[in-house]
T-cell receptor
Framework: GAVVSQHPSRVICKSGTSVKIECRSL??????MFWYRQFPKQSLMLMATSNEGSKATYEQGVEKDKFLINHASLTLSTLTVTSAHPEDSSFYIC??????????FGQGTRLTVV | GQQVMQIPQYQHVQEGEDFTTYCNSSTTLSNIQWYKQRPGGHPVFLIQ?????EVKKQKRLTFQFGEAKKNSSLHITATQTTDVGTYFC???????????FGPGTRLSVLP
């Protein structure tokens, strides 16, 4: 099946710094990628939809200036958490799919801000 | 907006017992998918249901899509400790749109 690679899998950063998370579709072209956030013991909540070559669409309550999303190619989308704070500590996961097929998820990134 | 609900939130069963989780969407879906997330892991795709009334089986797992395409169920026969995890359903109103995930059902299996 299709593979979506996400890295890093874990990252610890200092408060105030920025962290970039990459999501790659390895064997197919993904015109749309989705970024989700999962707090402990909760479900996945959509943060934003990333479209290749255009600006991302953010869900209500998600700060676009804090969570920068770039989708420069059909196989790569990045999420940058800027000026991270401890409350940004969470599990971030991307997914990519093609029309009429299932979505494939990356392995997720556990972000800890200290 | 679209909402997806799941019940129960938690389920503890003895190994060998059956288990069912139910998923309900506030809107009609084009398709519904089920995922399993092991503790500390990421969601893993289990199955996709597309047709009204569709029933699919994977060994001890039986998935069903309601006639109105607004609800679905996952039934596990004779649970095993390897079935432990959180089962999420995710509904998509139209292909290409994002999935809306249910809150998940966390299954514990006591040996």
């Amino acid at each position: 099946g299709a593979v979506v690679s996400q890295h890093p899998s874990r990252v610890i950063c200092k408060s105030g710094t920025s962290v970039k998370i990459e999501c790659r579709s390895l064997d197919f072209q993904a015109t749309t990628m989705f970024w989700y956030r999962q707090f402990p013991k909760q479900s996945l909540m959509l943060m934003a939809t990333s479209n290749e070559g255009s600006k991302a669409t953010y869900e209500q309550g998600v700060e676009k200036d804090k969570f920068l999303i770039n989708h420069a190619s059909l196989t790569l989308s990045t999420l940058t958490v800027t000026s991270a704070h401890p409350e940004d500590s969470s599990f971030y996961i991307c997914s990519a799919g093609r029309p009429n097929t299932e979505a494939f998820f990356g392995q997720g990134t556990r972000l800890t801000v200290v | 907006g679209q909402q997806v609900m799941q019940i129960p939130q938690y389920q503890h069963v003895q190994e060998g017992e059956d288990f069912t989780t139910y998923c309900n969407s506030s809107t009609t879906l084009s398709n519904i998918q089920w995922y399993k997330q092991r503790p500390g892991g990421h969601p893993v795709f289990l199955i996709q249901l597309v047709k009204s009334g569709e029933v699919k089986k994977q060994k001890r797992l039986t998935f069903q899509f309601g006639e109105a395409k607004k609800n679905s169920s996952l039934h596990i026969t004779a649970t095993q400790t390897t079935d432990v995890g959180t089962y999420f359903c995710a509904g998509q109103e139209n292909y290409g749109q994002n999935f809306v995930f249910g809150p998940g059902t966390r299954l514990s299996v006591l040996p």
